[in-house]
């Protein structure tokens, strides 16, 4: 595998966070914020002017794919008790929106930049459901109503994967040597974490009353859960991806603080999923000797 290293310092606003303390969740003030992705201030079309490695869009057309792809998560949730709960409810209906966006934008890049952005989600949408998925969509939606407290297990679920793309998209802006791509992933970083503070809070909530939840929570994570966009994605891209973002020193570091931070929560303690699948698939990205090029950051992109 050939790989560019990237020394530059971190930018503003992109360096690792403590996430110690969650922010409490406020929904009417989630609802009142909800918009478009807030491109004030960037020129999408500016972006253009500097090259993307291979490596980057295929990293970036993986990431558009799994914004669009937020609706079949929404879906599930909407078959659960979740739809019960006018706060889960009305997050849900804003969460979807503002995620669309993230994904129309980031194909937008992919496209002023020549290239041509991922047809897969379009695709995913228009294939059958594979019978995997109808079994577990079917299993979620059973135990959620023979059980208020697996809802804790969707909650989790998502707390731990709206983490992963604050990380992700930080990551993207600090390895980027197009400044308007970085711009742009900053700028989804900030509506990534209004999400991650509804899932955290529900599912720090659901989890601490009831020891049922923790242990359905447990079993349900430690059986099924993969990174974001595993279950849309071939595992070859999903790696790629893994490895790009997360291969080095500093993005392993990212990985470990996702999994400390799942692991406040009531009956977590034992969660080192997002270090260990996403490791793993370091691991089988490096050995299979594909390319991988990180681009060296430009004066510019560190200025803007």
């Given amino acids: 595998m050939t790989t560019t290293n990237n020394t530059s310092s971190t930018p503003p606003g992109t360096g690792a966070r403590a996430f110690e303390e969650v922010p409490a969740f406020n929904i009417e003030k989630f609802i009142s914020a909800s918009r478009p992705l807030d491109l004030s201030g960037i020129r999408v079309e500016d972006a253009a002017k500097y090259p993307l490695s291979p490596s980057e869009v295929r990293v970036m057309r993986y990431m558009q794919d799994t914004e669009f792809y937020t609706v079949h998560y929404m879906k599930a949730l909407m078959e659960t008790h979740a739809l019960a709960d ?16 993230h994904g129309r934008v980031l194909a937008r890049l992919v496209e002023v930049c020549g290239h041509e952005p991922s047809r897969r989600s379009i695709e995913e949408f228009a294939r059958p459901r594979k019978s995997t998925e109808v ?9 959620s109503f023979l059980s208020k407290d697996f809802l804790a297990t969707h909650m989790t679920w998502g707390a731990i994967n709206e983490l992963t793309a604050i990380h992700a998209y930080s990551r993207l802006a600090e390895l980027s040597a197009n400044p308007i791509v970085a711009a742009v992933a900053r700028r989804i970083v900030k509506d990534e974490r209004r999400h991650f503070a509804f899932y955290y809070q529900q599912g720090k909530r659901r989890l601490q009353h009831s020891a049922l939840a923790r242990r359905m929570a447990t079993l349900s994570l430690k059986a099924l859960w993969e990174p974001v966009g595993g ?13 790009y973002l997360f291969g080095d020193e500093s993005g392993r570091a990212r990985l470990a603080e996702t999994d400390a931070t799942i692991a406040k929560l009531p009956g977590m303690e034992w969660f080192n999923l997002v270090s260990k699948h996403t490791n793993e698939g370091t691991r089988r990205t490096m050995a299979s000797g594909v390319p ?3 681009p060296e950051r430009r004066a510019d992109a560190d200025a803007a």
């Fill in 86 to 101: 006018s706060e889960a409810r009305a997050f849900m209906v804003c969460w979807g929106y503002e995620e669309c966006f």
């Fill in 231 to 243: 279950s849309m994605a071939p595992t070859e891209d999903r790696d790629f991806v893994g490895a």
């Fill in 135 to 143: 079994i577990q969509d079917f299993g979620g939606r059973l135990l």
């Fill in 292 to 294: 991988m090029h990180r």
